[in-house]
Structure formats: structure tokens, C-alpha cells
């Protein structure tokens, strides 16, 4: 069964600096993974996703995901943090049912804190 | 602008009572998706549609019922027999083509009086 996993419940920067958020998964095939993000009492926003292709993947606002097959990872970057990304992040991956349809697998989200 | 509109965004349950979550989408996305949201538990789906008047069951349906007359709606009701409503209910809505990413709509927060 795919499953990813975010092993961070929070994670803390300070503006200007370099921030990460971690994703792992397992899967069976090729990974189709997502990044999401959701600011309080919100729906959650598309960011980015990696199907194939290159392994550094651009997204909205800045934010960018390394795939690394390898370290079956996704982790989330920007290279400078705002106080207004503060927020909830989700990871999620692919899954293919019985039925041949789709659906996403979410991670329990990394809550990510700006400091000013 | 297209996207997906839920409503109410509070809503509040009795004891006993069904309610029903509204969801209305202007994509002209084939699939829609019902997740339920608790604290720390990521999403968890509930109910997923393909195509209008057929549906599946996700991981958590149990308590739940939903119907898909139309493309663009794909109302959640929450049974009494579902015990434990407290959530915030997430509406989400593809293509249902591979690899296109899901849009969901702000959300209904669902609690008990």
C-alpha cells in the first residue's frame, strides 16, 4: 500500500532563512507526489507535484520540492522564509484503487512557524 | 473565477439529527471528494465520486451518506449514526485525469450542541 510520512510536527525558522519540510513515501511503481499547504480554517492549496522528469520541482510562492528517489523523498524548500508562510503543510502521493481511479494519500501535516 | 464552494462554514448537530454539507464546484471536474480533517490526523477520505451518479466508499464512510445527481454537486449528509462529527469537512474536486492535482474548497466545521 502507498503511504508517505512527514516524521516533523512542527518545524521553526526564523524569516530570511532557508527553510525544509520533510516527506517520505513508499510506493509500488512510480511516485506521483504533492505538496500542499492550508492557513487556518481554510481549504488546503496545491503547491506543487513531482509525476516525472526533472528532480527539482518549482511551485507557488517561492516553494520548491527535491525528489530523491534514492531516500524515497520530497522534501519541501525555499530558500528565503516569509512570517507569512507560517502555516499547515501536507504531503500526499498517489494511490490507484481497484477501480482504476485516483486518489491522494495524505501525511499528517507539519505545522511551520515563522519567527519575524 | 471557477473553484469549489462549500456551505455552510459552521454548522452545528444536534444529537440525532442528520445534516447535510453542501458542495458546488464550476470546474467541470468529472471526480469530487469528501475528506474529514481531525487535529494531527491529516485528511481522511470519506467518499469519492468519478462520474456523476456513481460513488465509492473511502477508508471512514460509516456515519456518512452522499449522492452525486449532478456534475457539479456532490452533497455529504452525517448521519446519527455517526457518533463522533466533531471535524472540519473538506470538499476537493480533479479532473480525475492521472496526475492532475486535487482543488478543494474552504471547508465546513462541523460540531455538536
Not at chain 2, 58 to 66: K, M, R
Not at chain 2, 90 to 104: D, K
Request: overall charge neutral; hydrophobic content about 30%; some cysteine.
Amino acid at each position: 500500500a502507498q503511504s508517505v510520512a512527514q516524521p516533523e510536527d512542527q518545524v521553526n525558522v526564523a524569516e530570511g532563512n532557508p527553510l525544509t519540510v520533510k516527506c517520505t513515501y513508499s510506493v509500488s511503481g512510480n511516485p506521483y507526489l504533492f505538496w500542499y499547504v492550508q492557513y487556518p480554517n481554510r481549504g488546503l492549496q496545491f503547491l506543487l507535484k513531482y509525476i516525472t522528469g526533472d528532480n527539482l520541482v518549482k511551485g507557488s510562492y517561492g516553494f520548491e520540492a527535491e525528489f530523491n528517489k534514492s531516500q524515497t523523498s520530497f522534501h519541501l524548500k525555499k530558500p528565503s522564509a516569509l512570517v507569512s508562510d507560517s502555516a499547515l503543510y501536507f504531503c500526499a502521493v498517489r494511490d490507484i484503487w481497484m477501480d482504476s481511479s485516483y486518489k491522494l494519500i495524505f501525511g499528517s501535516g507539519t505545522r511551520l512557524l515563522v519567527r519575524p | 473565477d471557477g473553484g469549489i464552494t462549500q456551505s455552510p462554514k459552521y454548522l452545528f448537530r444536534k444529537e440525532g439529527q442528520n445534516v447535510t454539507l453542501s458542495c458546488e464546484q464550476n470546474l467541470n471536474h468529472d471526480a469530487m471528494y469528501w475528506y474529514r480533517q481531525d487535529p494531527g490526523q491529516g485528511l481522511r477520505l470519506i467518499y469519492y465520486s468519478q462520474i456523476v451518479n456513481d460513488f465509492q466508499k473511502g477508508d471512514i464512510a460509516e456515519g456518512y451518506s452522499v449522492s452525486r445527481e449532478k456534475k457539479e454537486s456532490f452533497p455529504l449528509t452525517v448521519t446519527s449514526a455517526q457518533k463522533n462529527p466533531t471535524a472540519f469537512y473538506l470538499c476537493a474536486s480533479s479532473s480525475g485525469e492521472e496526475g492532475q492535482p486535487q482543488h478543494f474548497g474552504d471547508g465546513t466545521r462541523l460540531s455538536i450542541l
